[in-house]
């Protein structure tokens, strides 16, 4: 259903508002994860650490999901739709991947917090995590603004859906669906195979 004129303003700008949040306050995460990474004084690195557990669960998690969900009614409710033009439906695969690695970094984000809390923590503790932690906000980062380009730019190219035949797929989509296609493949693997997963570079008693 087409949504009315002020319905489709309303979720644009909700859209746009929470996408760019999401971008503004995934930067201020990944500045704090490099700063406690590379600093060596314990003040600092527990104040980064207890920083980004408040800034994912309160910040980035909130504008992530309304991201995801105002995306997804400004293509069903508009003439863009869902699945007709490539550029919506790899801007939406983009948002769900980002949005799926940030749940599953939200348990060892929340432990690096609490660890830091404590008045035994050092710079030297837990650097697998932090640097962790650090490498997935910075790719996050590339993807939320790829994202942000496709919406910008919307290059041509229809899908068999949209075009109600099966028109010439653009070299573009070819590249970029490859593109996907793998970071969601390695990132599937890196999370259930091979020692990868969210909880990794966790302590476990025993």
Do not use: C, N
């Amino acid at each position: 259903m087409t949504m009315s004129q002020p319905m489709r303003k309303l979720a644009l700008t909700t859209h746009v508002t929470a996408s760019v949040g999401w971008i503004g306050a995934l930067a201020v995460f990944f500045a704090h994860a490099l700063a406690g990474l590379l600093s060596a004084d314990e003040q600092i690195v527990r104040a980064m650490s207890l920083a980004m557990g408040i800034g994912a669960w309160f910040v980035i998690l909130p504008l992530a999901l309304a991201s995801l969900a105002t995306g997804l009614v400004q293509a069903l409710g508009t003439a863009w739709g869902l699945v007709r033009h490539y550029w919506v439906l790899f801007k939406l695969l983009l948002t769900a991947v980002a949005t799926i690695v940030l749940l599953l970094k939200l348990g060892p984000i929340s432990y690096l917090a609490e660890e830091s809390a404590r008045t035994t923590f050092s710079s030297t503790d837990l650097i697998g995590l932090r640097a962790s932690v650090m490498l997935h906000a910075g790719g996050g980062l590339l993807v939320l603004l790829t994202a942000a380009t496709l919406a910008v730019y919307k290059p041509h190219g229809m899908t068999a859906y949209g075009s109600g035949s099966a028109p010439g797929t653009p070299r573009w989509v070819k590249v970029f669906g490859m593109v996907i296609a793998i970071l969601i493949l390695t990132l599937g693997a890196m999370s259930f195979l091979g020692g990868h997963g969210p909880g990794v570079h966790i302590p476990t008693d025993g």
